[in-house]
């Protein structure tokens, strides 16, 4: 059974980049036609998707966020990652990484998720 | 850009049926996902592709899609099955999109 972990700093300055890594297990990141996405969750409110990385590399971005997200993935190290650039205190969250899959992205195994805190 | 609207708050009392709504634009002609979240742990699963259920999820949670609305049906609602609840759906304008979710109270 595949199993994702989210990795990365806890607290980023605003302006700065949030950077975040998942770090699958129990499976290869290149095999299947799966969509590795990044969803996060604000306090509080509910679940907003950011974007995926399909196995064959292509990536679609949430509208709203998509000038500042780059997904990107390292199947050297069965990792994926996401960067978030000019960040504000609106992003701060708790950011969970998930594997989508099916011709309509559902999401069948999620991370525990990271909280990450945007402050000076 | 395409919404999922979902009740705040649902209550119901052990035993019975919850129902949990979620409209969208022709919403049946796409396909309703449903998650289930506790406090403090990730989203899970609960029916996908409008009305199957992951390998796991008790036959009490079912789901039905058509017209505007999808529902998320729990019979026989259990204390256990307190929690936040999400609907997903797929636009191919907008991405992934959830619903704002609906907290499920058993008492």
């Known amino acids: 059974q595949v199993q994702l972990q989210e990795s990365g700093p806890g607290l980023v300055k605003p302006s700065q980049t949030l950077s975040l890594t998942c770090t699958v297990s129990g499976g290869s990141i290149s095999s299947g036609a799966y969509y590795w996405s990044w969803i996060r969750q604000h306090p509080g409110k509910g679940l907003e998707w950011i974007g995926y990385i399909y196995y064959s590399g292509s990536t679609y971005y949430t509208p709203s966020l998509k000038n500042l997200v780059n997904i990107s993935v390292d199947t050297s190290n069965n990792q994926f990652s996401l960067k978030l650039s000019s960040v504000t205190a609106a992003d701060t969250a708790v950011y969970y990484c998930?594997?989508?899959?099916?011709?309509?992205?559902?999401?069948?195994?999620w991370g525990q998720g990271t909280p990450v805190t945007v402050s000076s | 850009s395409y919404e999922l609207t979902q009740p705040p708050s649902v209550s119901v009392s052990p035993g019975q049926t919850a129902s949990i709504t979620c409209s969208g634009d022709?919403?049946?002609?796409?396909?309703a996902y449903w998650y289930q979240q506790k406090p403090g742990q990730s989203p899970v699963l609960v029916i996908y592709e409008d009305i199957k259920r992951p390998s796991g999820i008790p036959e009490r949670f079912s789901g039905s899609n058509s017209g505007n609305t999808a529902t998320l049906t729990i019979s026989g609602t259990q204390a256990m099955d307190e929690a936040d609840y999400y609907c997903q759906a797929w636009d191919s304008s907008t991405g992934v999109v959830f619903g704002g979710g609906t907290k499920l109270t058993v008492l």
């Open positions: 998930a594997r989508g899959q099916g011709l309509e992205v559902w999401f069948d195994s």
């Open positions: 022709k919403l049946g002609d796409k396909y």
